[in-house]
């Protein structure tokens, strides 16, 4: 059976990403982790005063924390706490002396993430830009590698805006929005899966049209690949536009990597059910 499998994937025309492996696969299983059950109380607690905003207190348990059980949630919690206090030089100088107890763990590309973030912050660009290049290279999760790309982005084309971006919670949705003009499937979707899609239930039904409306007319200036037709197609689907949910369904399917093809097959299924059974669900009284 073994021997079989591993022929099976040797079929596979699966591109080998060895930091994508290490992300999925690279943390410790809970027998091999020191003191578990004393070290997730001490974590509770900690969390507990931070968000009290106890930050002091919470950052002496957290680094005790990190000193007898080397987790890398402990080492979160005391970068955090600088940041909350704005100790950012003291934060970087920490994860650089630490980043490479991680490596060939899932943790290390969060690291290289809160440390492009610090480096913007002390306006230390170029040090920025070559970690968020580096999540890049690696693309580990859409997550790093979209939002790398708009960072770097932003800082490339204007230092001074990175720090707005950075600092200005309220500027950053229309900052990433004239972004799309550059055409960047990455741009693209960390405006849809940010702005759109996490924000769907704030957002009335004739803005959500808008916004999607948009959309739409700025992708016909290029070709999306199949993760931002995903994003789109769930748009549509969460409110309830099916016909157009199956079309980006359906491109999505068209363009999909072997890896993902399955979820969007499975997708596209759900949608062309839904869609045939929607006046009939309607019927029905909970």
């Known amino acids: 059976m073994e021997e079989e499998y591993f022929k099976h994937l040797e079929k596979l025309d699966l591109d080998f990403n060895q930091h994508k492996a290490n992300f999925y696969f690279g943390r410790l299983p809970l027998i091999k982790q020191f003191c578990a059950r004393a070290k997730e109380k001490d974590l509770q607690t900690a969390w507990e005063l931070f968000n009290e905003e106890k930050y002091k207190e919470s950052e002496i348990l957290f680094t005790k924390v990190f000193n007898y059980s080397d987790s890398y949630a402990a080492l979160n919690g005391v970068v955090q706490n ?81 720090y707005k971006f950075l600092s200005e919670d309220d500027s950053r949705r229309l900052i990433v929005k004239k972004l799309l003009s550059k055409n960047d499937d990455h741009i693209f979707q960390y405006y849809v899966d940010r702005y759109i899609l996490n924000n769907i239930n704030s957002l009335d039904n004739s803005e959500l049209k808008s916004e999607m409306l948009e959309i739409e007319n700025l992708i016909k200036s290029f070709k999306p690949n199949s993760d931002l037709y995903f994003l789109i197609a769930k748009c549509f689907y969460i409110n309830l536009e099916f016909e157009k949910a199956i079309k980006f369904g359906n491109l999505s399917l068209m363009k999909s990597r072997i890896e993902k093809r399955t979820i969007v097959s499975k997708f596209v299924d759900k949608l062309n059910w839904m869609k045939n059974n929607f006046e009939n669900l309607n019927s029905y009284e909970f």
């Open 82 to 162: 600088k940041i909350k206090r704005e100790d950012f030089n003291s934060a970087i100088k920490l994860l650089e002396s630490e980043k490479s107890n991680f490596q060939k763990s899932s943790y290390y590309y969060n690291i290289e993430y809160l440390l492009a973030f610090l480096y913007a912050k002390t306006k230390n660009i170029n040090s920025a830009t070559a970690y968020y290049d580096s999540l890049i290279t690696q693309n580990v999760s859409e997550f790093y590698t979209n939002s790398s790309v708009v960072y770097m982005t932003i800082a490339q084309q204007d230092t001074s805006l990175i």
